[in-house]
């Protein structure tokens, strides 16, 4: 009997689309591969599934502390707090060492959780940091039905 249950992760983004960054405190979130999970077997269900390099966040640093954070929301049948806990953001690169990161393993839920804290930079000039992300899906705690599940990851900045 094959169980099939397909999980995909759409990726929002609240970002200017400018190339390169050119403005102070602008974000840009790049998408580097298809974020979608999908499971043929119940015993691929025990194990997280990673899409490694899923995509790079940059942001331009002025005169301001930048602070950038992600939520998840789960749209169809399933609630938010049934599927939210279950994605974890996993930084597998950042272009410098000032940046203050949460932690290397984030978990995302529907409440914007904080990635990273970059510090005030020149009044006169940019600094561009870049941030690379594996998108991971833990095991399921519980039984989830059959069924296609949609996440929205939503990334969002604070300017102090």
Do not use: C, W
């Not at 759409?10 to 970002?15: G, K």
């Not at 949460?102 to 914007?112: A, K, L, M, R, S």
């Amino acid at each position: 009997m094959k169980i099939g249950l397909t999980i995909i992760a759409y990726l929002l983004t609240i970002v200017s689309f400018s190339q390169p960054l050119t403005r102070p405190n602008e974000m840009l979130v790049t998408q580097n591969s298809a974020i979608s999970f999908s499971y043929a077997t119940a015993e691929e269900m025990l194990y997280p599934k990673v899409i490694n390099n899923a995509f790079n966040v940059k942001v331009n640093v002025g005169g301001d502390i930048v602070k950038v954070y992600a939520s998840v929301l789960v749209q169809g049948s399933m609630r938010n707090t049934e599927l939210s806990n279950s994605l974890v953001l996993h930084l597998n690169h950042k272009s410098s060492g000032a940046a203050i990161v949460t932690g290397t393993d984030v978990p995302i839920t529907g409440t914007p959780v904080l990635l990273f804290t970059l510090p005030r930079g020149s009044a006169t000039s940019l600094q561009e940091y870049s941030f690379v992300y594996d998108v991971k899906l833990l095991a399921p705690k519980n039984f989830i039905k059959p069924d296609m599940y949609n996440y929205t990851i939503v990334f969002s900045q604070t300017i102090q």
